[in-house]
């Protein structure tokens, strides 16, 4: 098969990991017999710095010519704590989700047993976690309406959602949830916004058509409870934009492998693979950072855009090898040899 | 000195826990002279029933009346997973916090040691834990405009803020870091919301009045995943209405005391104290729900509300003996013996 992929390094440590990542995907195209074509495009401060823009029109028109999108993390301390900045790396991120469709973003929170201790919650309340939460990423208050009024002294911004949004989010969800536990949680704060009350409603009518899921409704502060309490209640979670920033980063440190939680955005263009965690600039260029996340969210790749299950799998196996040898970067070594980031991409790329 | 207090007992176990705290009211004031003055109104659904309003005007009269208001809890679960209900008994609490001005919402979290082991948490994550967040409780996408359009198939919210109503919260926010760790971090979505520049805008032009007082910025998804990680790091936090609600809850958890976490609402009004636990309509009834929160949202008042810090002392410390001689409700007793509510009220009144 011929895989044409865009490649987006972005800020930080995002370069260093990607770098494995692609040695990784080389590994597999050779011995599955693929070809691989990477086409690298810049995102995020360093396309700013190279052309006044986060998410250049160059770089959308390599990810629409992809058939998926292999990314790493953007953001530079230098655009923070600066309320009037007026061009962010951020904004590339939201142009990029907005431009390609990708309207969900599929965040899977999972254990490795030999990680468990890492995690800040009990081993009892996190064994068996194997949850997703399936993200709106292009609606809701990221891109409604917003601005100033009475001399900048009031400022608003507006939450849209439309049944069509909805439906198109609660589907994936429904189906997702088909092929695992057949759990759906609706999260959503119906109790106080018109918003959430038509995801609950066009939720609810959906419900007929998957008669096998079991679906709950729960108001975003309580899994926000819930998620430290029992994250192992959870099967597949929906729910819009920015409740779902807020409790996928929330989940995201429960497992105890933040640095190897890979996630998808799905798309109506293409779609797009990344890790979880941000471009660390303090880590940048050290050749330190963790690059499996990025190599987890190369696997899904594989799986989702291509349909390539046994690829898939044989990166995720290489993996678990590599955590079991002990050749792993500082962050997880404890107090044994800790490995350089390129050191674990060229082990990972010749055990494959 | 003489004591006005509206007492709003609510729903659900709300009457019951209430009572406990009456008890060791009349006590505290009988110990040191007071004479307590109570006021009893309907909120929430038995306010419903009653007369089909959640916070009648009769309600709203007493409270106005009162030098303070002790709540319990409310909300029925006739009235949940029903997304077109025209009354709620939630719409209550917030016309209530509407009317009454309470726009600062005070929600400690800290960690009793014969406690700690009930946490989801380790140990070592949350001892010392000592923090507060003050969540602006009559702003932003909770009172904002909301509808529907294209014939019900699209629906928006609208969060406003105005400088004045951050100014308010943020110089509560830094004058109680001021009493204690001069720490104050004051989050929100910078990075995407125009409401939350002005929240960064508005809390940076007030750091020179508070030289003392280190202030940092940081993102509501970061904090969501920080608090579970390191919730000790944190002193006073200051946040808009929604993310408030979260993160509150989110941190209630922590503290593997969340049955025991008081509140406080400050108003221009009056001021209103509550435990942060629910109505807990399955347990209603039944005498076992946990008073210790309403007591402890009691000690508070003494102390908030009428500078009496010597009678909330005494309360703490009837608390804190109850605890130690394992007079405690069935979900602090483990294999020993557990009290009812009542007796536990009876117990911490007699031996004030
Ligand atoms: C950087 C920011 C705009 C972004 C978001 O809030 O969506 C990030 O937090 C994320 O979750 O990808
Ligand atoms: C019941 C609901 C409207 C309320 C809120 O969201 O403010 C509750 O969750 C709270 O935190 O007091």
Same mark, same amino acid.
């Given at each position: +098969?011929?895989? /044409?992929?865009?490649?987006?390094?972005?800020?930080?440590?995002?370069?260093?990991?990607? $770098?494995?990542?692609?040695?990784?995907?080389?590994?597999?195209?050779?011995?599955?017999?693929?070809?691989?074509?990477?086409?690298?495009?810049?995102?995020? #401060?360093? #396309?700013?710095?190279?052309?006044?823009?986060? %998410?250049?029109?160059?770089?959308?028109?390599?990810?629409?010519?992809?058939?998926?999108? *292999?990314?790493?993390?953007?953001?530079?301390?230098?655009?923070?704590?600066?309320?009037?900045?007026? &061009?962010?790396?951020?904004?590339?991120?939201?142009?990029?989700?907005?431009?390609?469709?990708?309207? #969900?973003?599929?965040?899977?929170?999972?254990?490795?047993?030999?990680?468990?201790? /890492?995690?800040?919650?009990?081993? =009892?309340?996190? =064994?068996?976690? $194997?949850?997703?939460?399936?993200?709106?990423?292009?609606?809701?208050?990221?891109?409604?309406?917003?601005?100033?009024?009475?001399?900048?002294?009031?400022?608003?911004? !507006?939450? !849209?959602?439309?049944?069509?949004?909805?439906?198109?989010?609660?589907?994936?969800?429904?189906?997702?949830?088909?092929?695992?536990?057949?759990?759906?949680?609706?999260?959503?704060?119906?109790?106080?916004?018109?918003?959430?009350?038509?995801?609950?409603?066009?939720?609810?009518?959906?419900?007929?058509?998957?008669?096998?899921?079991? &679906?709950? %409704?729960?108001?975003?502060?309580?899994?926000? +409870?819930?998620?430290?309490?029992?994250?192992?209640?959870?099967?597949?979670?929906?729910?819009? /934009?920015?409740?779902?920033?807020?409790?996928?980063?929330?989940?995201? &440190?429960?497992?105890?492998?933040?640095?190897? +939680?890979?996630?998808?955005?799905?798309?109506?263009?293409?779609?797009? %693979?990344?890790?979880?965690?941000?471009?660390?600039?303090?880590?940048?260029?050290?050749?330190?950072?963790?690059?499996?996340?990025?190599?987890?969210?190369?696997? +899904?790749?594989?799986?989702?855009?291509?349909? *390539?299950?046994?690829?898939?799998?044989?990166?995720? =196996?290489?993996?678990?090898?590599?955590?079991? #040898?002990?050749?792993?970067?500082?962050?997880?070594?404890?107090?044994?040899?800790?490995?350089?980031?390129?050191?674990?991409?060229?082990?990972?790329? =010749?055990?494959?």
């Amino acid at each position: +098969m011929k895989l /044409n992929i865009a490649l987006l390094p972005g800020d930080g440590i995002g370069p260093e990991v990607v $770098d494995q990542a692609v040695k990784v995907c080389d590994a597999v195209a050779k011995k599955f017999n693929h070809e691989i074509n990477w086409t690298k495009a810049l995102t995020g #401060a360093s #396309a700013i710095d190279a052309c006044g823009e986060p %998410y250049p029109d160059s770089t959308h028109e390599v990810c629409m010519a992809a058939d998926a999108v *292999l990314f790493g993390a953007i953001g530079d301390p230098k655009y923070d704590n600066d309320p009037k900045a007026t &061009v962010r790396p951020e904004q590339g991120l939201l142009k990029m989700r907005q431009k390609l469709g990708l309207f #969900a973003n599929v965040r899977p929170t999972f254990t490795f047993p030999s990680l468990i201790d /890492n995690s800040p919650l009990k081993r =009892e309340r996190i =064994e068996g976690t $194997d949850l997703i939460i399936l993200r709106e990423l292009t609606g809701g208050i990221y891109f409604g309406e917003r601005g100033r009024k009475d001399d900048g002294n009031t400022a608003f911004d !507006t939450c !849209t959602y439309t049944r069509e949004e909805i439906q198109r989010l609660a589907k994936l969800g429904f189906e997702l949830a088909m092929t695992r536990g057949k759990k759906l949680c609706c999260v959503d704060k119906a109790n106080v916004l018109e918003s959430s009350r038509l995801w609950r409603e066009t939720v609810q009518a959906m419900e007929k058509d998957y008669p096998e899921v079991t &679906v709950s %409704y729960e108001f975003v502060d309580a899994v926000a +409870m819930r998620l430290v309490q029992w994250p192992n209640s959870y099967d597949v979670m929906i729910t819009e /934009n920015l409740f779902g920033d807020i409790l996928t980063d929330e989940a995201s &440190v429960i497992s105890g492998s933040m640095g190897l +939680m890979p996630s998808a955005s799905k798309g109506v263009h293409t779609s797009l %693979y990344e890790p979880i965690h941000g471009s660390y600039p303090q880590a940048a260029g050290k050749d330190i950072a963790n690059p499996l996340a990025t190599v987890l969210s190369a696997a +899904m790749m594989f799986e989702d855009a291509f349909g *390539l299950k046994e690829e898939a799998e044989a990166i995720r =196996e290489v993996v678990n090898k590599s955590l079991a #040898a002990g050749i792993v970067t500082e962050d997880l070594a404890g107090s044994n040899k800790a490995y350089k980031t390129s050191e674990v991409g060229n082990w990972l790329a =010749e055990n494959i």
